[in-house]
């Protein structure tokens, strides 16, 4: 980097005195942000054990109770969501005893008062896993991964039907648990969520709770991510796209108050809320852990008019993404199962793709490996606006992880949907960008530690 440094500073300099010219801003530029990461060897690991194998498995036995629906039997073995509920219990508890007592596994079980598709009051469990961080300072810190295990047919209150769920949400579901299985294995500064929530059909309602107590207990979610429709790679629209997964985040906080909308107004950072900078970290990550896999990034909060877990997190000020295919079918989602016209309808696993599944399962555990492996985002990042300049001022508080090396300011042009820029600048707490107007540029920081793993960027809020 040095040698290619001082080489564009000659080339400047000669540029500077043939031309009189001042200096572009791109001459501020060091590198693309796409050559940043340094592979973790832990995390290229755990990449390659997700196992479709495994997640087909799952899927046929969620299947096999026959009904995932909330309201259906609690105390059935073989059919309803105890069953499933008891399986999953099971299965997650297997993947703790890899962990070496880091993981434990609960059962989080409420009831449910009489609701719109709730006729009579209703037991909802939601399994959660929690792999504990072995970094002092970032155990308390967060990270959550989630899949819905309940189903439907065509009507969410019909709990006798057969609702199959093979890609609603048995496929997120499996991949939850297949990242629990890997994951437990290896050890991460922060800690690790894995979760099945029932109710989701019913109105989100495992979720909400979920996300009720951790507000409540002052539990420091710094991203969630719900996997919900990840299982078919083939559209209703005939498109088969094998490579690519949709992650929605959305631009302004569902939780902003007036008086930061005010700001927002003032100094622009529709596209830069807290989950934004968490998909283009997914984007990133992502696709450098997993070969020939995309993420598209859609700049919405959930579908059109639609909604899952993840938004009853960001209801409560958590960052939150939701992964779903890229092309759904609508013959094989909250229908009853059944032929008509020689066309196959409902949610059967013959309609999932067991490797793609896999792959987005691949790109979750990456993600979340990185996250829980990284410092966190830096905190109170601001533009210091005590002067009218054309530098811009930027100043954050200092990280409390031992192995903090270093920060990065990140730079794009306003119209650019992922950080274009980054530039290294020590063990420092405020850094100044000569010559590029916080007018021209957005601006980000992010924490770097002793092994070349980097936080999320945090988008800075003006102070005076
Ligand atoms: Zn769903």
Same mark, same amino acid.
């Given at each position: 980097?040095?040698?290619?440094?001082?080489?564009?500073?000659?080339?400047?300099?000669?540029?500077?005195?043939?031309?009189?010219?001042?200096?572009?801003?791109?001459?501020?530029?060091?590198?693309?942000?796409?050559?940043?990461?340094?592979?973790?060897?832990?995390?290229?690991?755990?990449?390659?054990?997700?196992?479709?194998?495994?997640?087909?498995?799952?899927?046929?036995?969620?299947? +096999?109770?026959? %009904?995932?629906? %909330?309201?259906?039997?609690?105390?059935?073995?073989?059919?309803?969501?105890?069953?499933?509920?008891?399986?999953?219990?099971?299965?997650?508890?297997?993947?703790?005893?890899?962990?070496?007592?880091?993981?434990?596994?609960?059962?989080?079980? =409420?009831?449910?008062?009489?609701?719109?598709?709730?006729?009579?009051?209703?037991? /909802?469990?939601?399994?959660?896993?929690?792999?504990?961080?072995?970094?002092?300072?970032?155990?308390?810190?967060?990270?959550?991964?989630?899949?819905?295990?309940?189903?439907?047919?065509?009507?969410?209150?019909?709990?006798?039907?057969?609702?199959?769920?093979?890609?609603?949400?048995?496929?997120?579901?499996?991949?939850?648990?297949?990242?629990?299985?890997?994951?437990?294995?290896?050890?991460?500064?922060?800690?690790?969520?894995?979760?099945?929530?029932?109710?989701?059909?019913?109105?989100?309602?495992?979720?909400?709770?979920?996300?009720?107590?951790?507000?409540?207990?002052?539990?420091?979610?710094?991203?969630?991510?719900?996997?919900?429709?990840?299982?078919?790679?083939?559209?209703?629209?005939?498109?088969?796209?094998? !490579?690519?997964?949709?992650?929605? +985040?959305?631009?302004?906080?569902?939780?902003?108050?007036?008086?930061?909308?005010?700001?927002?107004?003032?100094?622009?950072?529709?596209?830069? +809320?807290?989950?934004?900078?968490?998909?283009?970290?997914?984007?990133?990550?992502?696709?450098?852990?997993?070969?020939?896999?995309?993420?598209?990034? /859609?700049?919405?909060?959930?579908?059109?008019?639609?909604?899952?877990?993840?938004?009853? =997190?960001?209801?409560?000020? =958590?960052?939150?993404?939701?992964?779903?295919?890229?092309?759904?079918?609508?013959?094989?989602?909250?229908?009853?199962?059944?032929?008509?016209?020689?066309?196959?309808?409902?949610?059967?696993?013959?309609?999932?793709? =067991?490797?793609?599944?896999?792959?987005?399962?691949?790109?979750?555990?990456?993600?979340?490996?990185?996250?829980?492996?990284?410092?966190?985002?830096?905190? !109170?990042?601001?533009?210091? %606006?005590?002067?009218?300049?054309?530098?811009?001022?930027?100043?954050?508080?200092?990280?409390?992880?031992?192995?903090?090396?270093?920060?990065?300011?990140?730079?794009?042009? %306003?119209?650019?949907?992922?950080?274009?820029?980054?530039?290294?600048?020590?063990?420092?707490?405020?850094?100044?960008?000569?010559?590029? +107007?916080?007018?021209?540029?957005?601006?980000?920081?992010?924490?770097?530690?002793?092994?070349?793993?980097?936080?999320?960027?945090?988008?800075?809020?003006?102070?005076?």
């Amino acid at each position: 980097m040095k040698l290619r440094r001082r080489r564009t500073a000659i080339f400047l300099s000669i540029l500077t005195v043939t031309s009189g010219f001042v200096l572009p801003a791109s001459a501020n530029r060091r590198r693309p942000l796409s050559t940043a990461y340094v592979s973790q060897p832990q995390i290229a690991q755990l990449v390659k054990e997700i196992d479709a194998r495994n997640i087909e498995r799952t899927i046929r036995k969620l299947v +096999s109770f026959g %009904t995932r629906n %909330t309201l259906s039997a609690q105390n059935d073995p073989n059919r309803g969501i105890g069953a499933a509920r008891d399986y999953l219990f099971t299965e997650f508890s297997k993947a703790a005893q890899q962990s070496g007592g880091r993981m434990t596994v609960e059962k989080q079980t =409420f009831e449910q008062p009489k609701a719109a598709r709730v006729p009579t009051p209703t037991m /909802v469990t939601n399994i959660v896993a929690t792999l504990r961080g072995t970094q002092p300072e970032s155990a308390s810190r967060t990270y959550v991964v989630s899949g819905h295990y309940d189903s439907m047919c065509g009507s969410p209150t019909d709990a006798v039907c057969d609702a199959p769920g093979g890609n609603d949400d048995a496929s997120g579901t499996a991949a939850v648990l297949e990242m629990a299985r890997v994951m437990a294995k290896y050890e991460f500064d922060a800690t690790i969520i894995f979760m099945a929530v029932a109710g989701e059909e019913q109105g989100l309602l495992g979720s909400t709770y979920a996300a009720e107590q951790a507000k409540m207990k002052g539990v420091d979610i710094e991203a969630m991510f719900t996997n919900d429709i990840i299982g078919n790679s083939l559209g209703g629209n005939g498109v088969r796209n094998t !490579n690519t997964v949709r992650v929605f +985040s959305e631009g302004v906080p569902s939780n902003e108050k007036p008086e930061e909308a005010t700001v927002r107004r003032g100094v622009g950072g529709e596209n830069d +809320s807290t989950s934004r900078q968490l998909a283009r970290f997914i984007k990133d990550v992502g696709e450098f852990y997993v070969g020939g896999m995309k993420v598209m990034m /859609v700049y919405r909060r959930d579908r059109y008019l639609r909604g899952g877990d993840h938004i009853p =997190f960001l209801e409560r000020g =958590f960052p939150a993404v939701r992964f779903t295919e890229t092309n759904e079918n609508y013959n094989h989602q909250h229908q009853n199962v059944r032929l008509e016209n020689g066309v196959q309808y409902g949610d059967l696993p013959e309609f999932d793709d =067991f490797n793609y599944i896999a792959n987005v399962a691949r790109v979750n555990a990456a993600a979340l490996a990185a996250l829980a492996l990284a410092p966190a985002r830096p905190k !109170n990042v601001a533009v210091v %606006t005590a002067r009218l300049t054309n530098d811009t001022d930027l100043k954050w508080d200092a990280n409390k992880e031992p192995d903090v090396l270093r920060y990065e300011i990140v730079w794009r042009d %306003t119209t650019s949907p992922v950080w274009t820029n980054a530039r290294a600048v020590g063990k420092v707490t405020s850094y100044t960008m000569l010559r590029m +107007s916080k007018d021209n540029y957005f601006f980000g920081v992010r924490a770097i530690d002793k092994q070349g793993n980097k936080s999320p960027v945090s988008f800075p809020h003006p102070v005076r």
